[in-house]
């Protein structure tokens, strides 16, 4: 009997869900503008305080508190030295301002909730430079108002060039004394575009402020063209090239994480080199990849970014929506990255230098037994067996071992093969043009360190781009890049033998010589061997790039043909030597081998754009034809007796060929689509998109599919009745729906196949073929529909920016692998096997929280929830329990026994009824019937988060700025091997520290060590939950009078940390790596870094 738990979302549970965001943002709202109040009753408020020889901004600041009001004044306006003492008790705030302020000449108005400070015009006496200026100066007047009229209290108006100013009051009016004629005001206000004024011979000035609509008129990358933001109607995230310089990661892929809803970012694992993951809007296929296509300046890539040097990139765009992706027709269904590189712009030549350097640490280290928790956990382990626990009996202890028990001599081994990893990016760009050609140019270097020697991490990269305006009607342009890695993998047993490895042993021998075998087990031998004995190497490079022309042959009608080819090449080599563990000291031969690949991608696209604008509609139209061709050649070769450890990329040096292969697939795709955008008044806009794709991997007769999108959006902010609402400056609500496909299979997945095999001919063998592949004619493509719904909204000009979406999606004749009936004489086949359903809801909240004087605090806030459920598995309603695939279940679970402690003592007779003792893991009998069998197996947890989610604040005073990114991900459960070597208190190595269970310890988390039980696997199973600060970075703009003496244009230099601290309860090296079988190959890792970014 199968028992699931109850995974259908309740009305309360998204209820829960969604609270903490929603309190987030009333939170914010609160934050940034108060409610309105009349100013009389405003200052009948009562504030009780005491404080003495306090600042007086501070002093302020408890007052605002008490009085559940703000200030804002300008900088300077207090004396640098002022403070104050207040002793008050049920005080109106009109009494405490009066006495606070009048000693400084200092008055104030009230807004709402806010109180203007500024300095009265009479009243105090100038000192003899002030009488100067003041019978110099020439005063001037005026109101400032927004784009509707209305004034605008608390307006921070500037003498350019100087620290002299002054705010509008609450009818937004002001006075101002300026020095001449020739002065300039700047007026500034938090959500509204700075306005510069030069005074001239005006004396009275009516100044309005615009909307700041930087974030509406910003344009988004969708494919095959681009869009304003505020035209967009499908779902798109976007990341700008300061967040990415910001996070300081060797790869942009790491940039992105807790950036964007819907976007897990997950590193592979701890090595140097070793990239992330991106996952767009959780799984939406069982059996296939669920990466996303990447786009590169309109290359197509499904190998990911991580080798782009993320100094190079101006912006990253992803495609998450159905509406979106369709225009990539059956590349887009699991998300699209389109990296939009930077390009040269007319003007000046500038150079830039961006640099940073510092250290990687081991972070979260499992905490292990040291040499007296050992020694007690291995007497227990044999007590429990039964065995002799005397100095006798060797098995227990070897004499050498018993020796460094008695001295106290014991080996950190981890500590004695792990270090710090030095890491260091340079990069150097120089762009510039004219008003007829455009270029850039870039170089960088990327090297890394790892924490176990000898592993490290090299990248070269090149990039250049050159636009060419020809004619008015032609243009033409080059985009190439180049890199090249080197990464050294190390050894894969070092770090795993370091953490087996038990204290009491030691490194050395007799005569101090390094020792080989320091362990009675041939499965653990001295770490330091491996990292001498070892290599493991992985050395690629790539070429890719693009050349366009583009003629307009009228207004508004655009021809665009583009090829691009993508060319990439790599080998990975591997040589054990004689005193590696796998050749056991030299009682094995050495082996050695290599694998190469060979990839060429060819993409032509041709394409035409009309785009015209008639009264108050705007159309776009766009058609385009394209074509890719790919061809991927790989071979490997495995040889062992290799004499010498500088011959082993030699491999005709070896005694014996082990093993040998090769591998050639071509494939082809050719697709037709179109895009129409449509727009009335700015306030109605529709998307429709269609793609015909034509894919050589899927059968005959079905190797066309059509895929449709269509979308709309009503700019709700531009309606009449919203307008009034004047807290809403923003505010678009749409609509999506959307087929794309999938055909991510193996290229000859539809055809019959031979293998190699051998026979009995005449009493001996024989070789020769035989079908192994059963060709699948009836093979389609996967489809996915999805429906979103989603709003964008800005609130207070902009204060508050954000957009919330809840999308839901069903993938249809799902591409996976069907076991076949044993009688059929076949394994399996590839097949459309069933339906899967992905829904979820994503938030994301911009704030700009504070803004006073030159302090600033902004908060980026991102939540998602996503949640899958298999509806149909070949064909029925079936379970494949061997496949842990179940009706109405997430895709990726974890299906076992339950734990449920472990028997006690007093329990004896109770354990008796399932043949266990006092000690050993206890499970549940989920149907009573006092047998423990598969009937007692349920879901007990899931390997993909419940929601993920991040908060990011951005501080600014001056020239400093700090950043902050905390992000968390909750509801994971994995197997972890971890657990399953270092955790399983049955075997001789070492163990991380628990409270495992005695008789005179009757611990329920962790068993009796050498006694565990029939269920071992259970306690493996471990919750992943994390929290994890991600980044901070505090960083110091050099003042521009000090960097124009040094005739360069931009100077910043900045530290940051990336992974300093971790909260989680698991035991293992990192909960965020995804896969079970990390463990021994890497360890967790925070990075220190000092940089620097320099302009000329």
């Known amino acids: 009997m199968q028992k699931f738990f109850n995974t259908v979302p309740k009305p309360l549970h998204i209820m829960k869900i969604l609270g903490v965001p929603i309190f987030i943002l009333l939170s914010l709202a609160t934050l940034a503008f108060a409610s309105d109040g009349s100013a009389q009753d405003l200052m009948k408020r009562t504030v009780t305080a005491q404080f003495s020889n306090r600042e007086i901004s501070k002093a302020l600041t408890m007052i605002g508190h008490k009085a559940n009001v703000k200030f804002t004044y300008l900088p300077g306006i207090f004396p640098p030295d002022a403070k104050v003492s207040v002793k008050v008790k049920n005080e109106s705030l009109e009494n405490v301002l009066r006495d606070l302020l009048e000693p400084y000449n200092i008055g104030y108005q009230t807004s709402g909730d806010f109180i203007i400070l500024r300095k009265n015009n009479s009243g105090a006496k100038p000192g003899p430079k002030d009488e100067a200026r003041v019978h110099q100066d020439i005063t001037v007047s005026g109101k400032v108002t927004d784009d509707k009229g209305e004034a605008l209290p608390g307006v921070s108006i500037i003498l350019k060039g100087t ?64 869009i304003k933001k505020a035209d967009v109607t499908g779902a798109i995230a976007s990341v700008d090239n300061t967040k990415i310089a910001r996070a300081a990661t060797p790869d942009a892929t790491g940039a992105l994480q807790g950036q964007m809803p819907g976007v897990v970012v997950v590193k592979n694992v701890g090595k140097p080199g070793s990239g992330y993951n991106i996952n767009i809007r959780g799984i939406s296929s069982i059996g296939g990849s669920n990466s996303p296509l990447y786009v ?20 990253i765009d992803i495609l998450k929506d159905a509406s979106a992706t369709a225009i990539y027709g059956s590349r887009g269904a699991k998300g699209v990255v389109i990296v939009t590189t930077k390009r040269g712009k007319s003007g000046k030549t500038t150079i830039s230098y961006d640099a940073y350097a510092g250290v990687r640490t081991p972070t979260n280290l499992p905490e292990m037994f040291d040499g007296q928790e050992y020694v007690a956990f291995r007497t227990e382990m044999f007590k429990a067996q039964g065995k002799d626990i005397s100095r006798n009996n ?49 170089a960088g270097l990327l090297q890394e360190d790892g924490n176990v020697k000898p592993e490290s991490f090299k990248r070269y990269t090149l990039r250049g781009n050159v636009d060419r305006q020809i004619t008015d009607k032609w243009k033409a342009g080059l985009n190439i890049y ?4 080197l990464q050294n993998l190390g050894s894969s047993e070092a770090l795993r033998s370091a953490y087996r490895l038990p204290p009491m042993t030691y490194p050395y021998d007799e005569t101090g010589a390094p020792a080989f075998r320091v362990y009675t087990t041939n499965a653990v031998t001295n770490p330091t061997f491996d990292q001498e004995n070892e290599i493991r190497q992985v050395r690629n490079a790539r070429t890719f790039g693009n050349i366009f022309v583009q003629f307009e042959p009228v207004k508004g009608v655009t021809l665009k043909s583009t090829i691009s080819p993508n060319y990439s090449t790599e080998r990975s080599g591997f040589y054990f030597g004689p005193l590696s563990k796998q050749s056991l000291g030299g009682s094995v031969p050495t082996q050695a081998g290599n694998a190469s690949s060979e990839q060429l991608t060819w993409v032509w696209d041709n394409q035409a754009t009309y785009d015209r604008q008639f009264g108050e509609h705007k159309l776009t139209a766009t058609i385009v034809q394209s074509m890719q061709k790919d061809r991927i050649e790989t071979s490997n070769i495995t040889v062992d007796g290799i004499p010498y450890k500088s011959l082993w990329y030699n491999l005709a040096t070896g005694g014996r060929v082990l093993a040998y292969g090769s591998n050639y697939t071509k494939t082809t795709l050719a697709s037709a689509m179109g895009r129409v955008n449509y727009s009335f008044k700015d ?9 015909w794709d034509g894919s050589s991997r899927l059968a005959e007769g079905n190797q066309w599919g059509f895929f449709p999108s269509a979308s709309v959006a009503w700019r709700l902010s531009e309606e009449q009745f919203i307008k009034q609402i004047h807290q809403i400056t923003d505010l678009k609500l749409r609509v999506s729906y959307g087929v794309t496909g999938n055909d991510r299979v193996n290229a ?24 192994n592949q059963l060709p699948n004619k009836n093979l389609t493509w996967e489809t996915t529909r ?25 993938i249809n004749n799902i591409l996976l692998s069907r076991q076949l009936p044993a009688p059929s004489g076949w394994g399996s086949i590839m097949d459309n096997v069933g339906k899967l359903r992905n829904r979820g809801i994503e938030l994301g909240i911009s704030s700009i929280n504070v803004v006073a004087g030159k302090f600033q605090w902004k908060t980026d806030i991102v939540f998602d929830s996503n949640k899958n459920r298999i509806l149909e598995l070949n064909g029925g309603k079936k379970d494949d329990v061997g496949n842990s695939l179940f009706i109405g279940q997430p895709v990726q679970v974890n299906y076992n026994y339950v734990f449920d402690g472990i028997w006690q003592t007093a329990e004896a007779e109770a354990s008796k009824k399932y043949n266990q003792t006092p000690g050993q893991i206890r499970v549940k009998d989920l149907d009573g019937n006092g047998v423990i069998n598969a009937a007692d197996r349920q879901i007990i947890g899931k390997r993909v988060p419940s929601w993920t989610g991040s908060l990011g604040n951005t501080f600014r005073y001056g020239n400093f700025d700090l950043y902050i990114l905390v992000y968390t991900r909750r509801g994971e459960q994995y197997q972890s091997s971890f657990d399953a070597t270092l955790m399983n208190y049955n075997s001789d190595y070492n163990q991380v520290k628990v409270d495992y269970w005695t008789p005179e310890n009757p611990s329920q988390t962790w068993f009796r060590p050498g006694n565990p039980g029939p269920y071992t696997v259970i306690p493996t199973f471990r919750k992943v939950d994390f929290t994890r ?3 901070i970075t505090l960083g110091y703009n050099v003042p521009n009078g000090l960097i124009q003496r040094l005739k360069i244009s931009n100077l910043r230099v900045y530290a940051t940390a990336t992974n300093p601290l971790l909260f989680t309860k698991y035991e293992g090296f990192d909960p965020e790596w995804p896969a079970t079988n990390t463990y021994g190959t890497a360890v967790s890792t925070s990075s220190y870094l000092f940089g620097v970014n320099l302009a000329f």
Do not use: C
Not at 298 to 313: K, M, R, Y
């Open 163 to 226: 620290q002299r100013g002054t705010v509008t009051d609450v009818d937004g009016g002001f006075t101002f004394n300026i020095p001449d004629q020739s002065a300039v005001l700047v007026f500034s206000y938090v959500g509204y575009s700075q306005k510069e004024v030069t005074v001239g011979s005006q004396t009275t000035f009516n100044v309005q402020l615009a909307n700041d609509n930087k974030v509406l008129e910003e344009v988004v990358v969708v494919g095959y063209g681009a």
């Open 296 to 315: 590169i300046d309109g290359i197509p890539s499904t190998t990911g970014i991580n080798e782009l040097n993320p100094a190079d990139i101006e912006k």
């Open 394 to 442: 060797a098995a227990f202890f070897t004499p050498d071992q018993w020796r460094n028990i008695d001295e106290g001599k014991f080996t950190d081994w981890p500590k004695l093969i792990l270090k710090n990893g030095l890491q260091m990016n340079h990069n150097i760009t120089a762009s510039g043009g004219d008003e007829k050609t455009r270029f850039a140019i870039s």
């Open 482 to 485: 180049f890199s090249q890695n």
């Open 683 to 691: 306030k109605y806009l529709l998307t429709a998109t269609g793609r």
């Open 748 to 771: 000859y997945s539809t055809q019959a196949a031979l293998g190699q095999t051998f026979y009995d001919f005449g009493g001996s063998f024989a070789q020769g073929y035989a079908p």
């Open 786 to 810: 999805e429906v979103n719904v989603g709003l964008d909204f800005g609130f207070f000009n902009n204060r508050i920016t954000g957009s919330v979406d809840v999308y839901n999606r069903l």
């Open 1029 to 1031: 600060v991600g980044n």
